[in-house]
Nanobody, 124 residues
Framework: QVRLVESGGGSVQSGGSLRLSCAAS???????MGWFRQAPGKEREGVAA???????NYADSVKGRFTISQDNAKNTVYLQMNSLGPEDTAMYYC???????????????????WGQGTQVTVSS
């Protein structure tokens, strides 16, 4: 059973930074992992994704502000979020699946393992 545990959420002021972590018990040579977010009343949207080769993919709304990375030794994926604004307020979820896409997807339906989420709140 794959388990994903997110941490690092919190409350920050506009312009601030946060780093989210996702500890994964996914032991596969080929995989992809993503960060998604869901604000109240909105659909869950893909924010950033990374595959086992280290290729990344970002939503246009976060390009240049967010960075996804991974530490294979720790089985952990990170999301560094800079220049945060109120529009980034949401519950953030980590997701994963075994397999490979050269460009890791931001489509939530391509993932089958999900964490419990961590709240990010940005005040203006």
């Amino acid at each position: 059973q794959v388990r994903l545990v997110e941490s690092g959420g919190g409350s920050v002021q506009s312009g601030g930074s946060l780093r989210l972590s996702c500890a994964a018990s996914l032991y596969a040579s080929r995989y992809f992992m993503g960060w998604f977010r869901q604000a109240p009343g909105k659909e869950r949207e893909g924010v950033a994704a990374i595959n086992s080769a280290g290729s990344t993919n970002y939503a246009d709304s976060v390009k240049g502000r967010f960075t996804i990375s991974q530490d294979n030794a720790k089985n952990t994926v990170y999301l560094q979020m800079n220049s945060l604004g109120p529009e980034d307020t949401a519950m953030y979820y980590c997701a994963a699946k075994g397999g490979y896409y050269s460009t890791p997807p931001l489509d939530r339906y391509k993932y089958n393992y999900w964490g419990q989420g961590t709240q990010v709140t940005v005040s203006s």
